[in-house]
């Protein structure tokens, strides 16, 4: 029942995102449409049905496990299909991406920590661990978050787990939103390269589907 109850929300997802047309301007994707949907659901029953505990509780069995187990499968078939070019190939196309991303990395560690040992945990008496939740969330996503979970409870700290998670939904949600405005904002402004010759992202997927003729193989 729970695996039906995923796959029924993933497909409605799918279907808001397919007609709806803002979500496709925001690239939101059908899971966290879906999610989101499941969690507002989720949330109406427990607050205005009694007793549907029990369904909530079988629709939503071994949820909490599928993430650390699904991102096994996410990095076993990255290069699935895929030739691997040479090291001096790769390093021109994905070295700028890579420094980058060490500067938001290992600034999300240092924001993050620093803010919890100098100020949270001294006013608000928070556990030092709450220091990792940004990057686990943000940097990691929901994969690494679930499983960290393990780690956080060994540690004392369970509720670390559920944090981790939460942050990981606003960094995608908020990463989607605040990412696009800036992209398309900066297209417009010609800030890009090629700016000019680009469509808006709203118009290359159309219905949120690409055309056949279009895709590659």
Not at 17 to 37: D, E, F, H, M, N
Not at 129 to 147: K, N, R, S, Y
Not at 148 to 155: G, H, Q, T, Y
Not at 183 to 197: H, Q, S, T
């Amino acid at each position: 029942m729970s695996f039906c109850a995923l796959s029924l929300l993933l497909l409605i997802g799918q279907a808001i995102r397919t007609k709806v047309r803002w979500t496709q301007k925001l690239l939101l994707p059908a899971s966290v449409i879906g999610g989101l949907l499941g969690l507002l659901v989720i949330q109406l029953l427990q607050r205005y049905a009694p007793g549907s505990e029990s369904f909530v509780s079988d629709a939503t069995a071994g949820w909490s496990k599928l993430p650390s187990f699904l991102i096994n499968i996410v990095f076993a078939t990255l290069f699935l299909g895929m030739a691997i070019p040479p090291l001096k190939r790769v390093w021109r196309i994905a070295g700028p991406q890579l420094a980058f991303g060490q500067i938001v990395a290992w600034g999300q560690y240092a924001v993050g920590i620093g803010l919890t040992l100098f100020f949270l945990s001294r006013v608000f008496n928070i556990p030092a661990m709450f220091g990792a939740i940004i990057p686990v969330g943000f940097e990691g996503g929901h994969g690494t978050a679930a499983g960290l979970a393990p780690v956080f409870a060994d540690k004392g700290w369970p509720e670390g787990a559920d944090l981790a998670l939460g942050s990981a939904t606003v960094g995608v949600v908020a990463g989607v939103i605040v990412g696009m405005a800036l992209v398309n904002w900066a297209a417009r402004r010609r800030y890009c390269k090629g700016a000019a010759e680009q469509r808006d992202s709203h118009e290359i997927s159309g219905d949120g589907i690409t055309p056949v003729a279009e895709r590659t193989e």
